[in-house]
Structures are given as C-alpha cells and as structure tokens.
C-alpha cells in the first residue's frame, strides 16, 4: 500500500462543474497537506494548504482535511478548461519531506 | 524571479557519463529538497538538507547519487554513471521553518528533464 493514494483517474468534468478530487494517506503523524497542479511536462504547482480538521477555501478551490479518517480532498468549483491537469496530493512529517501520491489526472471538457 | 531557479532545464548524455544538476532556492528558504520524478508517478523525496547539513537520505538513493548545499544556498545533484533508469524529471523544492509552527508551503523549480541514451 502506498502512503499517499489518490485515483489515477482520469476525471472528466464538463466546464462550470464542482470537481472533487481524493486522497487518503496512511501515516497518522501527518500534519501538513498540500495540493499541487501539475501540467503536462512542468513542475508542480502549491494551489493549496491545509493543517487543521475542517474545511478550507480560496477562491474556486476548498480544501477538506479529516485526520480521523486520514482523508483529504479538494473541490474545484465552477471547473474551467485551464484546471484541466495532473493534481498531486502531499504530505508531510514533522521532518517537513513531502510524500506525493502519484495525482488524479482532471480533464474540463468545454 | 525570486522562485526555485533550477539549472539545466534539459539534459541529454549518454550512459555511463557523469550529469550535475543546480538548485538555487528561494533566499530566506533554510530548506532545500530534491525529487525525481517519472512519467505518471508522483514525485519521488531523493534528500533535503537544512542550511548546509544533509538530513536525509532516500534509501532508495544510489551511491552514484550525491548531493551538496556547500554554503546552505544553492545546492548541486550529482549522478554518476549514469543508467537509462535515471531518465527523469529532477525536482527541486525549497522551503521555510519556523519553530513552532505547523509547517509550511514548499515552492518547486521548474526541473530538469534527464535523458540518459
């Protein structure tokens, strides 16, 4: 079982439509959690951080966290062509190394 | 540009030679860390140091894989002899500490793309 697990997808969405995106992890001394985007022969991409239990937004994005069940996931809102990429999910340690699963790749069909 | 400056962006060699690759973090980034990464695959941790220390080291990390961060700025990778199984994306991330703190964010360069032929 890998650490960080995330559908490889793809995920297709048609344009204006809430993507959801998931990723489940196994270490329960995580603390930190990032989703990164990433295009096609590029480096990724920091779209958003999360460190508490809850939920939280930044602009389209909204990140949600359960420690309990080990859970993230990010919402896309009102999906557009350009979200359309590889999104990574990362955790870290208290050593602050971030172990990646291997992304849910996002199609917004126009 | 004050992002993660990495340096070649791309690299051909043949097999058996020696590649060195460049990191220039983010100037108030007292950590550094490198990835690899393959074609459907996450990134991949290889090191990181902390100013000028190395902290750790990826078991799966080769002999022929050695890294520095000489002056705790920019760090150098380098592969020796290096097989077509080291064709990847090289990525390099830094970020700041704060003691206390929950963590946060760490910022990647734009890579270097290997291709061992």
């Known amino acids: 079982q890998k650490e960080v697990e995330q559908n490889s997808g793809p995920l297709s969405v048609p344009e204006g439509a809430i993507a959801s995106l998931n990723c489940t992890y196994s270490?329960?001394?995580?603390?930190?959690f990032f989703w990164y985007r990433q295009y096609s022969g590029k480096s990724p991409e920091l779209i958003m951080s999360?460190?508490?239990?809850g939920d939280k937004e930044d602009g389209r994005f909204t990140a949600q966290l359960n420690k309990a069940s080990q859970y993230v996931s990010l919402l896309i809102r009102d999906s557009q062509p350009s979200d359309s990429a590889t999104y990574l999910c990362?955790?870290?340690?208290?050593?602050?190394?971030?172990?990646f699963g291997d992304g849910t790749t996002l199609t917004v069909k126009p | 540009d004050t992002g993660v400056s990495q340096d070649p962006r791309h690299k051909i060699t043949k097999r058996g030679q020696n590649v060195t690759f460049r990191c220039d973090p983010i100037?108030?980034?007292?950590?550094l860390y490198w990835y690899r990464q393959t074609l459907g695959q996450g990134p991949e941790f290889l090191t990181y140091?902390?100013?000028?220390?190395?902290?750790?080291k990826s078991r799966l990390l080769s002999d022929r894989f050695s890294a520095e961060r000489p002056k705790g700025s920019f760090s150098t990778l380098e592969i020796q002899r290096t097989e077509q199984g080291d064709s990847a994306m090289y990525l390099c991330?830094?970020?700041?500490?704060?003691?206390?703190?929950?963590?946060?964010?760490?910022?990647f360069g734009q890579g270097t793309r290997l291709t061992v032929v």
């Open positions: 991330a830094s970020r700041t500490t704060i003691p206390g703190a929950q963590g946060t964010e760490a910022f």
């Open positions: 270490d329960r001394g995580s603390q930190s």
């Open positions: 999360i460190y508490s239990n």
């Open positions: 990362a955790v870290n340690t208290n050593a602050g190394k971030s172990t």
């Open positions: 100037s108030e980034h007292n950590r």
């Open positions: 140091f902390q100013n000028e220390a190395q902290l750790e």
